[in-house]
């Protein structure tokens, strides 16, 4: 079984649902029992963490957040989770349905906050990136997510943020998708951490987006506009 951190397909992500909700609309119930992996995972997740090392990372392998159920109503969202071991995410094409947030920030005048990925991160290494994201922690409501990892990659905290979207990706990653905007001037504020290399305040207007941006994100940026 293949090592990778990024999906091997072009199959489209699924959208298993839509909001916007606010945040205090997205419910989050923990199991007790822990996922169990086949042989075949664990080896293929210890593979994982040897290579982060030997690309300098931390290798910061612990317990995460596995997506069990969820259900959308009137009511809001409500998900599911089950502890299971973080290295798992990075297993090519089955990612255990480990579940990661990712916060696409604003500017208040509609700007969108980019970053290189560093090269020894585990997933878009060397590439540019929307806002924040990162794994879902053990205990963790993945909307809480969305706020930690905007405060940690760019100590900053957003004026306002919602839920957007529960996406399950092709090789079984599911993204807890969020959209936050920052007060007026507090982009001035903003201050990458050592998982980026550089950042950059893209136009509002996404037409306007430099090559580096590809193909991916602006796709997504469309989408969240609609």
């Given amino acids: 079984m293949r090592v990778q951190s990024e999906p091997t397909t072009n199959e489209p992500p699924e959208i298993l649902a839509?909001?916007?909700?606010?945040?205090?609309?997205?419910?989050?119930?923990?199991?007790?029992?822990?996922?169990?992996?086949?042989?075949?995972?664990?080896?293929?997740?210890?593979?994982?963490?040897?290579?982060?090392?030997?690309?300098?990372?931390?290798?910061?392998?612990?317990?995460?957040?596995?997506?069990?159920?969820?259900?959308?109503?009137?009511?809001?969202?409500?998900?599911?989770?089950?502890?299971?071991?973080?290295?798992?995410?990075?297993?090519?094409?089955?990612?255990?349905?480990?579940?990661?947030?990712?916060?696409v920030t604003r500017a208040a005048d509609g700007r969108w906050l980019a970053g290189r990925r560093a090269l020894w991160v585990s997933s878009w290494a060397g590439r540019w990136a929307l806002g924040a994201g990162g794994a879902v922690d053990f205990g963790e409501n993945p909307a809480e997510t969305l706020v930690r990892e905007l405060d940690e990659e760019w100590q900053v905290s957003p004026e306002r943020v919602r839920g957007e979207a529960l996406i399950l990706l092709p090789h079984r990653l599911v993204m807890f998708v969020g959209q936050a905007w920052l007060g007026e001037g507090d982009d001035a504020a903003v201050t990458p951490d050592d998982e980026h290399d550089a950042f950059?305040?893209?136009?509002?207007?996404?037409?306007?987006?430099?090559?580096?941006?590809?193909e991916a994100l602006p796709r997504m940026a469309r989408w969240l506009s609609a």
């Fill in 18 to 103: 839509r909001g916007p909700w606010p945040l205090e609309r997205v419910q989050a119930h923990w199991r007790t029992e822990h996922f169990e992996a086949s042989p075949e995972h664990v080896q293929a997740a210890d593979a994982a963490i040897k290579d982060l090392q030997e690309r300098g990372s931390p290798s910061h392998d612990g317990v995460a957040a596995r997506l069990v159920d969820y259900r959308q109503d009137t009511d809001g969202l409500a998900i599911e989770l089950q502890p299971l071991r973080w290295a798992l995410r990075l297993v090519a094409g089955d990612a255990s349905n480990s579940v990661a947030a990712l916060c």
């Fill in 200 to 214: 950059a305040w893209w136009p509002r207007n996404i037409d306007e987006w430099p090559p580096e941006a590809g």
